[in-house]
C-alpha cells in the first residue's frame, strides 16, 4: 500500500514532533536530576562505616534518645565525608530518612546542638552548612562558624 505524498509528509511531521518533544522531556528531566543532586548521598551508611557499636536499628529499637543522639551524629560523619557541606535541615532530613528521629520539639535545632558540642568533627558555616573540620570543602567562609550555647548531655 502506498501513502498519498501528503499523508506521508502529515507522519514525517508528527513524527519529528514526537522526537522533538521527547528531547525536551529528557532535558528536563535531566535538569531536575541536577538540581536535587545536592540532596544525594554517595551512599547509606553501613554498620561498617560507623565508629559507634550502636546500630541504626537498636537505636531506634530502644527508643533510646541518647543512643539516637550518638547515632545521629555519627550519620552526620558519614554524610559530610570527602569534603561536602549540607545545610542543617537537609542534614536532619537525611539522619530522618536513615531512620533516626530525635526527640525534641525542634529536632534541626537539636541536631545543630549536637554537631556544635563536638567541635572536634564539625564546622558550621552559615552561608554552605555543615562540614568535617579538616576535610577540603567546596567553597563557604571558613570564619563564619556558628555554636549553640545551650549546654547538652554527654554522648558518651
Known amino acids: 500500500m502506498d501513502l498519498h505524498p501528503a499523508a506521508l509528509n502529515a507522519i514525517r511531521k508528527e513524527h519529528d514532533a514526537l522526537v522533538e518533544k521527547r528531547r ?9 536530576i541536577n538540581a536535587l543532586a ?37 550519620l552526620c560523619q558519614v554524610f559530610l565525608a570527602g ?9 536532619y532530613a537525611m539522619v530522618e530518612a536513615a531512620g533516626v528521629k530525635l526527640k525534641a520539639a525542634d529536632p534541626v535545632h537539636r541536631l545543630v546542638q549536637l554537631l556544635s ?6 564546622q558550621s558555616d552559615r552561608k554552605n552548612g555543615w562540614s568535617l573540620k579538616g576535610e577540603a570543602q567546596t567553597g563557604g567562609d571558613p570564619s563564619a562558624t556558628s555554636s549553640a550555647t545551650q549546654s547538652v548531655e554527654d554522648l558518651t
Open 117 to 122: 558540642e563536638r567541635k572536634e568533627i564539625f
Open 24 to 32: 525536551n522531556m529528557t532535558r528536563e528531566i535531566d535538569e531536575e
Open 38 to 74: 545536592k540532596y544525594l548521598v554517595p551512599s547509606w551508611p553501613t554498620s561498617d562505616s560507623l565508629e559507634s557499636t550502636v546500630t541504626v536499628e537498636q537505636a531506634i529499637a530502644e527508643d533510646n534518645p541518647r543512643a539516637q543522639n550518638r547515632m545521629a551524629v555519627e
Open 83 to 91: 569534603g561536602q557541606q549540607i545545610k542543617s535541615p537537609d542534614l
